[in-house]
């Protein structure tokens, strides 16, 4: 008679990408980086973000090269993502919604707002 055994995985919150369990702010940058990134969904932009900066905000992946003269992942921490009119950063470990920290909370009218305003930023 075989054994049946069960075995749980454990992953990081994001790294699958997009999910049901996501909350608001993490389903508005995941929707920012698709729309920074050209749509791409090869480059996984939803899942680890992009690179973009325009006058209202910056997005960044998370990096991993550990060269010494790296600017994202030297010494000084980087934010992820910065929304310029609230001066909202927020930063990422690898995956948007993994060990996320930002400066400040935002309430969902202003998340709703962020996104519009990043998105409209990128049709000017």
């Known amino acids: ?19 049901s369990s996501d909350g608001l702010l993490e389903k508005t940058l995941r929707e920012i980086a698709y729309e920074a990134g050209g749509r791409s969904v090869i480059e996984w932009d939803e899942k680890y973000g992009t690179n973009f900066e325009n006058d ?36 990422w470990y690898k995956y948007i919604g993994r060990s996320m920290e930002m400066n400040k909370d ?11 305003d990043c998105i409209d930023s990128l049709n000017k």
């Open 1 to 19: 008679m075989k054994k049946q055994v069960n075995v749980t995985v454990v992953v990081p919150k994001g790294m699958f990408g997009a999910n």
């Open 56 to 91: 209202i905000f910056m997005i960044h992946r998370y990096c991993w090269c550990e060269k010494d003269d790296c600017p994202w992942c030297g010494e000084e921490e980087r934010e992820n993502f910065w929304y310029k009119p609230k001066d909202f950063k927020l930063s």
């Open 106 to 116: 935002l309430t969902d009218e202003e998340i709703i707002k962020m996104k519009k």
